[in-house]
């Protein structure tokens, strides 16, 4: 199964953007994007999962600012972007894969990563 993310760009602080990610294929438990700055550790923004009790999950740097979805038609899922900031500079990793609960925002819990689409923002 390969994951294919688009949507990255280069955007001024306060803009949006949206990012896409193609996950043909099998049906996952849990559905994230995880991003990385240069010189950082890979880090969670959000998840979307089959677990009743826990369906989204968002980093808290972002939340209320990202909202991730799932177009399951489509198999694609989505990161929209709002208020941007030059901290949210990273590149942005899709992820998919059948975490247990506690697992669900470390990248350790999925299995199948996309390549990776730059996001940067300017100040």
């Known amino acids: 199964v390969q994951l294919q993310a688009s949507g990255g760009g280069l955007v001024q602080a306060g803009g949006s953007l949206r990012l896409t990610c193609a996950v043909p294929g099998r049906t996952f438990r849990s559905y994230g994007w995880f991003r990385q700055a240069p010189g950082k550790e890979r880090e969670f923004v959000a998840a979307i999962t089959m677990y009743s009790s826990n369906k989204i999950r968002y980093a808290d740097s972002v939340k209320g600012r990202f909202t991730i979805s799932r177009d399951n038609g489509k198999n694609t899922l989505y990161l929209e972007m709002n208020s941007l900031k030059p901290e949210d500079t990273a590149v942005y990793y899709c ?29």
Do not use: H, N, R
Request: net charge negative; hydrophobic share 40%.
């Open 95 to 123: 992820a998919a894969g059948d975490p247990i609960i506690i697992y669900v925002t470390a990248p350790e819990g999925y299995k199948v990563w996309g390549q990776g689409t730059q996001v940067t923002v300017s100040s």
